[in-house]
């Protein structure tokens, strides 16, 4: 099928090319004309705070948004000064009269004195949007900036806070150092200008298409702000590769005497083929978050893998269209020395490194497993949640809201839970104070406002601020008290019910749940990986140690995750504020897009080996031959991929760079250490035992990932090519 579709795209070049324009242009004006629907939203079904969100939907919609925004200011004659209360009263007026404003609670309201911090030099205003769950619209946050930029001075720094003021990630500066990166190693890999340029090409357009998709897709499910961000990284990152791996068989085929035609059809019907089994690898793996029951994770995980199955039809599609307009000339404008030799020989360094490595096996061996044990040491204390403005940088007015917020009010401050009682006909706020006052009492409440009724008289709504802040796991703690202890007991024989929500709940109820179901989906996924591996190679063992070194590999990642963003190790380094958890589904889709990675590498090197060692019958040089002839690719796609990650921890936002961090150092450690140190070293201990297959196994499938033998190969190509010479002579009616 794949020799089929090479033939296809190398003859209707200009068809092809015409179509991936014509898609892309198409996706990038429909998504243009209808916007994004990104959102900070959270179904989770079955969850106290859902059932408390459900509630404020029905009965007080304004209260129920997510996107709810803080004006926090601080005036050094203090707040109730006439003339401050004068300009901010006059800034909150004309905020209320904003489209999407539903209301703006003042600190000058009657109701309004617990908002004005002791001391009276600091206060807040808490802006509500009648939108839902959905974005307030961009123009009220761009007037309520110019207000507040035409009200700061003289004396009052005025901040914004909250989900509404975050504003919206896009393409930015991060991906250009990203492509600039991969265009240098590309260069030293290939020494082509021509060639260099080709998988970049591909990666661009599949991401072009892909963005334009995760943007409609928006409109039909829950897409996060940030999702953008995260399919730039990835699209970037396996575009390239796809395409690399491609292009270096394409130019392997040309030196070996092949003409363009096909070289083109061999390279994918063998890299093609591995590309085509690590794309739909991921793709699996990134749907089965759809299992989660998280429409936030559903969300991601959609994006993500539309993304990857779009760069991976460019790779099999668009790339031999335009090889086949390069044809011989890939290697034009090249740079004298560079990128020889790039299929490895028994004179090159990795040929010489693998039998230095076996001679020396069990010292390499139980040093990598020794650095990969003490590299995930940190995981033993992951915690998972989600961190607050706190770990946004200075330079973000966010941050400088939730500081003096802090600084007036408390660290709990910006983390309120918000109690939804349901309340029987008939009963009064009064019958409530019982409940109020049994929360003020207890331990790790800081305030507990009185309750307010809904319009309705259905339910009443009591916001509790905590003595510690939303991403201290004490306040997770309060809240677990609050639902199993205090509330329970101070309402029992009222009838009344209460609810734990807010934004709070919401995050701790949905890491709850997602560290729950985690080993259950990373077993699948070892699982799934194992399957395959055996299927493929034919082999128990070689699957077994995969599935082993893949789980050490993302356990180190974790590890050097936990001590950055937990315990701040180097947090100056990557620019970030306070520590904070690990967000809760971080990891979940860190290992759903590596899974899929080591897949390809591992799919890559060991096919090779296996290759050699069906031919030879001798395990040890024919690891060393397949280290010899895909260490290089492997070395130039993960520099790529560490260094298109790695961009992304220059972003401002901490979830992207715990994102960039986490999945750079996993592929280092992937193609590094695992691949070129436990693999070659552990394959030489086990030597014939590594493609041992049992006799009741050998019913199996058996999956050809390394493509034709070489007289199928040439048979086929007869025949196409025979075939499309038959269409062009064909007279015309």
Known sequence: MLNRLASFCYHRRRWVVAAWILVFIGISALSGSVGNAFSQSFSLEGSDSQVATDLLKANSPADSSFLSGDIVFKADGGVTDPAVQAKMSQVFSSITTLDGVARVDSPYDPTGARQIAPGGKIAYAAVHFDQGLRNAPVATTTAVDKLVADAQGNGVQIELGGFAFAGEQGLGSTELIGLAAAAVILLLAFGSVLAMGLPIMTALFGLGVGIGVVGLLS???????????????????????????????????????????????????????????AGITVVISLLGMLLMGISFVQGLGLSAAAVVLVTMLAALT?????????????????????GKNAHGSREGFWFKWSRFLQRHPWPFALGGLALL?????????????????????????????????????????????????????????????????????????????????????????MQVIPTTSGQDPATTDLMQNLRDNVLPQAAAGTGVTVHVGGVTAIFADMAAKLQARLPIFIGVVLGLSFLLLMVVFRSIVVPIKAVIMNLLSISAAYGILVAVFQWGWGSSIFGLGNTGPIESFLPMMMFAILFGLSMDYEVFLLSRIKEEYDRTGNNELAVADGLSATARVITAAALIMVTVFGSFILGDQRVIKEFGLGLAVAVLIDASIVRMILVPATMELLGDANWWFPKWLQWLPQLHVEGHTEEDFDAEVIDLVEAENAKVLEPRP
């Not at 292009?247 to 363009?260: H, I, K």
């Not at 019907?269 to 085509?276: F, I, M, Y």
């Not at 668009?318 to 560079?338: C, Q």
């Not at 019958?431 to 319009?455: E, F, Y």
Request: net charge negative.
């Open 373 to 461: 044990l003490a590299l995930s040491i940190p995981m033993l204390s992951l915690q998972l949640g989600s961190s607050d403005d706190s770990s946004l940088p200075t330079t973000s007015t966010v941050r400088r809201a939730y500081d003096l917020k802090a600084e007036g009010f408390g660290a709990g401050a910006s983390a309120p839970l918000l109690l939804v009682a349901e309340l029987p006909a008939g009963t009064t706020p009064q019958a409530m104070l019982p409940l109020m006052q049994a929360v003020q009492n207890t331990p790790g409440v800081a305030v507990a406002s009185p309750p307010i009724p809904s319009a309705d008289g259905k339910i009443a709504i």
């Open 318 to 338: 668009l790339l031999p269209a335009v090889l086949g307009f390069t044809g011989r000339n890939i290697d034009k404008l090249s740079i004298p020395g560079i």
């Open 219 to 277: 409109h039909a499910t829950t897409v996060p702000e940030f999702a953008i961000q995260l399919a730039s990284m990835i699209g970037i990152g396996v575009g390239i590769d796809y395409a690399l791996f491609i292009v270096t068989r394409y130019r392997q085929g040309l030196s070996e005497g092949m003409d363009p035609e096909r070289a083109v059809i061999r390279a994918i019907d063998t890299a093609g083929r591995a590309v085509l089994f």
